[in-house]
């Protein structure tokens, strides 16, 4: 990923993404926020334990770094409910894992401490997304769900969708001990002798298998629990916070 930093707060942007001019994204880290303890400091979690006032600012500072555009926050539950956003200032936002949307000048956020943030954008039709997934995520392909309404009901044409799979439990420490009752059966060949899921695999492939062409992914390799100096981790440390990745079209051409 490309580093960058505004504002003072550093963030990274994907290589295949930050050659798009009408695009803001950034997937920021854990560093350069207000919160304190285990939540320190860029936290943009209300449900971790952390103190109101604080996440309030460190979203300020994500929105700073975004032209001080609006951010949309969904309460992510882990399900294959996708958000369609019509409208500057959407209504409801609650109990989705992905949000999808061709207004310009708002920001579309995930949450994120080892799941998978994973944006795309559409440059024909000019329509981006966000999607919080998970390994319940996975195993439900809400990387299709997010796919097929972007295609049926925003006219994309999954070919011309580029997608940035972020930072997020790696191989090297995804253990699922109880695999064989939580992960289906289809998806244990991405398991090593270990029992070890390497879950950007599997989303890459379901990216692929719903028409995204492989040249247009990039998969991250940093692995959050690996990297809590950087990154929110809850499989490393339990009591944590959440750092945000971002997406959002803009009104005219420019960069970050």
């Known amino acids: 990923?490309?580093?960058?930093?505004?504002?003072?707060?550093?963030?990274?942007?994907?290589?295949?993404?930050?050659a798009?001019?009408?695009?803001?994204h950034g997937v920021f880290t854990r560093t350069g926020g207000y919160s304190k303890g285990p939540h320190q400091s860029l936290n943009v979690?209300?449900?971790v334990?952390?103190?109101?006032?604080?996440v309030r600012e460190n979203r300020r500072l994500i929105s700073q770094c975004m032209d001080g555009k609006d951010l949309v926050f969904v309460n992510q539950v882990h399900g294959t409910e996708v958000f369609q956003i019509r409208n500057p200032k959407p209504e409801t936002r609650n109990s989705y894992d992905?949000?999808?949307?061709?207004?310009?000048?708002?920001?579309?956020?995930?949450?994120?401490?080892?799941c998978q943030a994973v944006i795309m954008y559409d440059p024909v039709r000019r329509v981006a997304a966000n999607v919080h997934s998970g390994w319940r995520g996975s195993v439900k392909n809400i990387i299709s769900h997010?796919?097929?309404?972007?295609e049926k009901d925003f006219s994309c044409n999954p070919c011309n969708i580029v997608a940035g799979i972020g930072p997020s439990l790696g191989q090297c420490c995804a253990e699922f001990i109880?695999?064989?009752?939580?992960?289906p059966e289809s998806l244990w060949k991405y398991k090593d002798a270990s029992d070890h899921f390497d879950f950007r695999a599997v989303t890459k492939e379901q990216l692929c298998n719903a028409g995204v062409s492989e040249e247009n992914i990039y998969s991250d390799a940093l692995c959050t629990r690996c990297n809590t100096d950087m990154f929110f981790s809850y499989r490393g440390e339990g009591?944590?916070?959440?750092?945000?990745?971002?997406i959002g079209l803009k009104m005219d051409s420019g960069s970050v």
């Open 178 to 183: 109880n695999y064989k009752t939580e992960i």
């Open 98 to 114: 992905a949000m999808v949307t061709d207004v310009s000048d708002i920001i579309l956020v995930i949450q994120v401490a080892d």
């Open 45 to 47: 979690g209300f449900s």
């Open 20 to 24: 798009f001019s009408d695009l803001r």
């Open 239 to 246: 009591t944590t916070g959440r750092f945000g990745v971002a």
């Open 49 to 54: 334990g952390d103190e109101e006032g604080r």
């Open 146 to 150: 997010t796919v097929n309404v972007m």
């Open 1 to 18: 990923m490309i580093s960058k930093q505004k504002n003072n707060i550093p963030f990274f942007q994907f290589p295949n993404l930050s």
